[in-house]
């Protein structure tokens, strides 16, 4: 992630890979590899860069998946070293589907 920004990040647990948002990758952090990652509308992402994160529940060096327009500018999803405790206070955001 490029340095000194504020970013939001969201703990998925039904996801299986770190995404970050595009726009806060530099260039030299892109690997040139690819990982599927399939999105709840079919379409694929494949773009890794190498990040360091650094959250209270997780810090990493990590490789991660790219998106364009993720809903955060940070996913972390059920990866190793990833901590699933819980605080007192979270800020938490829900849908409601009929």
Known sequence: MTGGQSISVL??????????????????QMTGETESCILFDGTVRTTVAEIEIKTPYYSARVKSVCMENPLYDVIIGNVPGMSNESSDAMEVQAVVTE
């Open 11 to 28: 703990r998925h647990t039904r996801c299986w890979t770190v995404v970050v948002k595009r726009e806060s990758v530099n260039n030299e």
